[in-house]
């Protein structure tokens, strides 16, 4: 069999493994950080039409400026933002991957803060762009002083801070991101996928982005706005930082299906991001719960929970998918990671980790 070694493939791909995320069939599938609840009905139906009649215009090419997408994207965020100051592209992955193909490249470097989103590294190997990572401070929290000075050491053209952290959960304060955006020469890319999670009250990096034209803010609606299958991701930023994007998107990169769908969606967004208070009480739930068990939650801001003190992460994740339900290994050694369910696949979690638990509960 040809394996790649055969191929002329790039030399700084070779030894590379793509991102892997398990895929399986099981009835609770808590891994990859979705929102578990359905899509409410009345919506579902409203996208099925947009979609429908945006089917009867497929012999044409779509809206290459997505133009009534942003402006409802524009809308949902607020801020007084414009539609110009908006993109958008099939899933945040995408939108990332346009910031490394504009600012990123061969002989140009991106920074961030590990244990961080695996598909930073990634996407920087995919665009030819070299990836720095510096580390974080106890509790895998990122303070200013820290932050500023793996700027001040490494000098990036692209800095990607996630916002909160994944797979850590851990939120990340508004003066470190500010910091860290007035000390960068590059672009500072905040990356605000669970944003919605977030305690109430908790300022956006979008407060930031007057003045600041190296600053891009990027959402997604793949996690609270359930919504992942559709890969819609977007960002916010300034017209002229955004206008580089298109030198490097595809044109028409986003269908008409998926216009037609997101805008179906953005219609509901109340009743889309309905159960975010549940699952932000499910994920309270589970740190209470796991610290009881003796495990080592750390703080979250998202709709997952990293924890530590596990002995056997291998041992407990098989345990687990035994019993239906898959979590994430993360690569930490003695951690693994949990995304908050429904109230039922929280339960199944909790009580079948139970049995693994540092401080066993006889039940
Ligand atoms: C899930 C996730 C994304 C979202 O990716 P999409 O391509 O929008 O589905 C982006 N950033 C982080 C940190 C994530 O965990």
């Known amino acids: 069999m040809t394996s790649l070694e055969d191929l002329p493939i790039r030399d700084d791909l070779r030894g590379r493994a793509p991102y892997g995320a398990p895929q399986k069939a099981v009835p609770v599938a808590l891994n990859v950080n979705e929102n578990t609840h359905p899509i409410p009905e ?7 039409a947009r979609v429908a009649a945006a089917i009867m215009t497929l012999n044409r090419y779509p809206d290459r400026e997505f133009s009534a997408l942003r402006q409802a994207l524009a809308d949902y965020l607020g801020h007084g933002l414009d539609p110009a100051q908006i993109w958008a592209a099939n899933g945040s992955n995408e939108v990332l991957q346009h910031i490394m193909q504009a600012y990123g490249g061969p002989g140009r470097s991106a920074l961030g803060f590990a244990p961080t989103y695996s598909m930073y590294g990634l996407l920087a190997s995919g665009t030819g762009t070299e990836w720095i990572t510096a580390g974080r401070d106890d509790e895998f929290e990122l303070s200013p002083a820290t932050a500023v000075a793996a700027v001040r050491e490494h000098d990036p053209d692209i800095v ?13 304060s508004i003066e470190t991101i500010e910091a860290v955006a007035d000390a960068a020469r590059g672009i500072v890319v905040v990356d605000e996928a669970y944003f919605e999670f977030a305690e109430p009250g908790t300022p956006s990096a979008l407060t ?11 959402r997604t609606m793949s996690k609270a706005f359930a919504f992942a299958g559709a890969r819609v991701g977007y960002l916010a930023g300034d017209p002229a930082a955004i206008d580089a994007l298109r030198l490097v998107r595809l044109p028409y990169h986003l269908s008409a ?29 589970i740190s209470g719960e796991l610290a009881r068990l003796g495990f080592l939650p750390y703080r979250s801001g998202s709709n997952f929970v990293l924890f530590g003190g596990v002995d056997d992460p291998r041992a407990v994740f098989e345990q687990l998918l035994a019993r239906g339900i898959l979590i994430r290994e993360i690569g930490i050694p003695g951690h693994l990671r949990v995304t908050a369910g429904t109230e039922a696949e929280t339960t199944a979690f909790l009580e079948a980790i139970a049995v693994s638990a540092p401080n066993r509960i006889a039940s």
Do not use: F, K, Y
């Open 42 to 48: 009345n919506v579902a139906h409203d996208v099925v």
């Open 160 to 172: 990607l801070l996630c916002a909160p952290n994944n797979p850590t959960g851990t939120p990340l």
């Open 208 to 218: 930031l982005l007057a003045g600041r034209p190296r600053l891009l803010v990027s």
């Open 257 to 285: 299906l998926t216009q037609a769908a997101a805008l179906g969606a953005l219609a509901h967004s109340d009743e889309m991001l309905a159960m975010v208070d549940e699952i932000r009480g499910q994920r309270e739930r």
